[in-house]
């Protein structure tokens, strides 16, 4: 293409994160403790030499379905069922060697998990790759009927949705939610059924509006870029970017293919800059990691704000997102994923703009075979266009998950649901309603 083309691009994908700028209020209850079948181990998993905790690194009890992943400071929280107290715990981290360890070598708090780095001979690292990075793509998208799960299946997956200002947060959001995956080479749409949610929001430091995320876990669903490819790479916009071989890495020991994509300079419509990580004896996805390109306020704010105050001018200025497959018995599956879209305001009459970050992560935590192809029925799915609830939800019961898997809140934000919680108790209280107990 020798000049710039405006494309005609249909952003369907990610369409479901959208930013509501709205007046509301807020309520607080709490859920009852369940029974304890299960035992909890907590720790942190660290890199061997530099002791820097590892992001996103994925525990999984070998033999089941039971699996977490670590939070953004390397911590983690399982919950191991007490009928798999004696199996291994397997550890992954892409660009480190796997590690197991037996769970009942591990103490129940302050466990410390150190991965060693895959170190790769030069010579492997500048193996010989396929000359057409594009074609290694369509190939790789092309296999996900053979290389993932390709049954129906019904996953556990815990969903974090959490809004900052600037570094403070003021609204903190989790559900566990039911996922009736349908297989990966059907086009039928995933259902999901929400199980239980807690919400917390400190609408004092939201500037007298609050922000809402439209979609909930259909934000973090919908990254799965294997089962849904239109939403990023569809037949007409692959041709809109470049592809080219990075360096290669590994992952559970096995040779990874890094495949750097960028927008075409000629394209005017934002589109996505990333790595993609592909497994080079299989052409398999594991992971992938990518950005909006944001070259027009305008254009990318018309993409992610549905409504908002007169008064202010809205715009993204970083939209992140990143998926993680992980494998059971030679297929592959959906694992985790996470969103980050951070925006600012610019207040007519106002000197200083605002700053807000929304960011929501999902994770599956267990899963089976849905052997009789159950579905929810259509009123009791979660809608794409959903708001996680104000009302009847909270972060009063410390057993509110009961045997669930989830992950590891960061310490930043289980100071702020302390801090929020007070406030809104002091603004019951001050209003004559009834704090949360």
């Known amino acids: 293409m020798s000049k710039k083309h405006h494309t005609v691009i249909k952003h369907h994908s990610f369409k ?10 807020s309520g607080v209850t709490s859920i009852s403790a369940q029974t304890i079948n299960y035992i909890e181990y907590a720790g942190e998993v660290l890199d061997a030499d530099s002791k820097k905790p590892l992001i996103f690194a994925t525990l999984t009890v070998d033999n089941t379905n039971v699996t977490t992943i670590t939070n953004s400071e390397g ?30 070598e591990l103490a129940l708090k302050k466990n410390k998990i150190f991965m060693n780095e895959f170190v790769m001979a030069l010579s492997e690292a500048s193996i010989d790759a396929p000359n057409d990075a594009e074609a290694l793509v369509k190939e790789t998208l092309n296999k996900k009927g053979d290389n993932y799960l390709n049954e129906s299946t019904v996953m556990t997956a815990f969903y974090r949705e959490t809004i900052k200002k600037r570094r403070t947060n003021v609204s903190l959001s989790e559900a566990v939610v039911n996922i009736y995956k349908t297989p990966y080479s059907s086009k039928k749409t995933d259902a999901l059924e929400l199980y239980k949610a807690r919400k917390s929001t400190d609408y004092t430091k939201l500037d007298t509006v609050a922000l809402k995320l439209q979609g909930g876990p259909f934000n973090t669903l919908f990254v799965d870029m294997v089962k849904y490819p239109n939403y990023i790479f569809t037949p007409e916009t692959l041709a809109y970017y470049d592809f080219s071989f990075d360096t290669s890495t590994r992952v559970n020991d096995q040779l990874i293919y890094v495949i750097d994509f960028k927008q075409k300079p000629e394209i005017i419509d934002p589109l996505y800059n990333g790595k993609l990580y592909i497994d080079a004896e299989n052409k398999i996805l594991t992971s992938a990691i990518y950005s909006l390109n944001i070259t027009d306020k305008r254009l990318a704010s018309q993409m992610f704000v549905r409504r908002k105050p007169k008064n202010a001018e809205v715009w ?11 494998e059971k018995d030679g297929k592959w599956y959906y694992g985790y994923s996470n969103v980050l879209l951070e925006f600012k305001i610019n207040w007519d009459k106002r000197l200083f703009n605002s700053v807000y970050s929304m960011n929501c992560e999902m994770a599956i935590t267990d899963w089976e075979k849905n052997t009789d192809n159950a579905f929810p029925k259509f009123k009791d799915r979660m809608k794409s266009s959903i708001i996680l609830s104000d009302e009847a939800i909270g972060f009063s019961d410390p057993d509110f998950w009961g045997e669930y898997n989830i992950i590891e809140p960061e310490k930043s934000i289980e100071s702020a649901i302390k801090k929020i919680q007070r406030q809104l108790r002091k603004d019951k209280s001050i209003n ?3 704090a949360a107990r």
């Open 16 to 25: 479901y994160l959208l930013i509501l700028l709205l007046f509301a209020g």
């Open 75 to 104: 911590q983690f929280s399982l919950k191991v069922p007490n009928e798999y107290k004696d199996n291994k715990l397997t550890i992954a981290f892409l660009g480190y060697k796997t590690k197991q360890i037996a769970i009942a």
């Open 316 to 326: 993204p200025t970083e939209v992140s997102y990143r998926v993680d497959y992980r």
């Open 432 to 434: 004559g309603g009834t």
